[in-house]
């Protein structure tokens, strides 16, 4: 038998019996109730660090969502804010009975103007294509084709300003499109 088997057989006790290499699982059984107790100790550990992991993560899911609700219910309230101020100039106008037609447009123009003002706040921005700019789909609207002495596929004419909120198309531009020739 060569050195290498004699290292990886076990050892023959007198008795005819097998004894375990050190560091086998026979051999750190020796005491198989104190080996319980350890791995029962470990157990309850890692169980109760568990329960806990469990515990911290349905928390932090519910204040997410809790979070994202707030987020959800007054997403709007600074855009409001900065409405009222129109609403009030509009009523304010309708206040006046005896109020000229030049008053009436000039407090129409100052109520734009407010208007105008509260929507770039809130990084609304208007889509107002020129005539000769090229038609883009995603911004604009073709409501037709018309024959232009123009480039095909640009726009002839703004029937309707679009709205956008950063790259988000709320409203698309109305207009018409030059045909081909």
Known sequence: MSNADSNTRPAVEADGGFEAPPGTPAAANEDPSRKLAELEAKHAEVA??????????????????DEIAKARKYAV???????????DSLEAAI?????????????????????????ERNKVAEIAPTPGE?????????????????????VVTLLQKGYAIADRVLRPALVTVAGAS
């Open 95 to 119: 206040s006046i009975p005896s109020a000229t037609p030049e008053q009436l447009l000039e407090g129409v123009h100052a109520t734009l103007r407010q208007l105008t003002a509260a929507l």
């Open 77 to 87: 309230e600074g855009f409001a804010e900065s409405l009222l101020p129109v609403r």
């Open 134 to 154: 090229r038609f883009d789909p995603h911004r604009h609207q073709a409501i037709s084709v018309v024959p232009a002495n123009q480039e095909p596929n640009t």
């Open 48 to 65: 109760d660090a568990y329960l806990r992991a469990k515990a911290e993560t349905e928390n932090t899911r519910r204040r997410a969502e």
